[in-house]
């Protein structure tokens, strides 16, 4: 079982939808961070959280330290939100999950 | 503007060959990291190095080499001895250690025919 576990793989909506990605980890944390990978392969850095919730313009992250659960929300989406989003934990190292590809259809 | 330059985008070498993938940052980070990226498998740790002069062993080491003889510089050199080397390859560097202030480069495509 991966220490980081992601879901849903793939995620197809509808322009406009609201997103929820889901992450699970069972290891000891100090913060949770959530990436967008884009087709060409490039990472950028959303969140790191370590409590309570973030947000960044139609992205939400929040995180319950006592589930150990982390959830990505992404409002009024748009096809430009297509991507792979991955979650990784954070102590001594960053464990990644496997990612979860969102395809938005207009 | 500042961040991490990855080259190439895209590289093809031959089997047997080694080959040294390029990454530089001019963000004055301490800390340099190189993952490897499979499909349907998450970021795992290659190589990483707090301090110039200094690496450390991450999970999949074997087969690889890298140096940080520059703190804005840290090539990874993919060896014949890594027997499964085409993969996806991701440079990142933080402000100090995991989990802080993380910058991810465009990674280099590496096919090895």
């Keep these: 079982k991966n220490e980081v ?48 919730k973030k947000k960044h313009g139609r992205l939400i992250a929040t995180i319950n330290i006592q589930e150990k659960h982390s959830s990505l929300h992404i409002t009024a989406s748009h096809p430009r939100d297509s991507a792979v989003y991955i979650c990784a934990a954070s102590n001594e190292k960053l464990t990644f999950g496997t990612g979860t590809r969102l395809t938005i259809i207009p | 503007d500042g961040g991490i330059t990855q080259s190439p985008k895209y590289l093809f070498r031959k089997e047997g060959q080694n080959v040294t993938l390029s990454c530089e940052q001019n963000l004055n980070h301490d800390a340099m990291y190189w993952y490897r990226q499979d499909p349907g498998q998450g970021l795992r740790l290659i190589y990483y190095s707090q301090i110039v002069n200094d690496f450390q062993k991450g999970d999949i080491a074997e087969g690889y080499s890298v140096s940080r003889e520059k703190k804005e510089s840290f090539p990874l050199t ?22 802080y202030g993380y910058t991810f480069g465009s990674g280099t495509r590496l096919t090895v025919v």
């Design chain 1, 5 to 52: 576990e992601q879901s849903p793989q793939n995620l197809t909506a509808q322009e406009g939808e609201f997103i929820t990605i889901n992450c699970s980890y069972s290891v000891g944390i100090s913060a949770l961070h959530w990436l967008q990978q884009h087709p060409g392969g490039g990472i950028v850095s959303l969140f790191m959280l370590s409590s309570g």
């Design chain 2, 78 to 99: 993919v060896t014949s001895a890594q027997k499964n080397p085409t993969a996806f390859y991701l440079c990142a560097s933080s402000t100090r250690g995991f989990g």
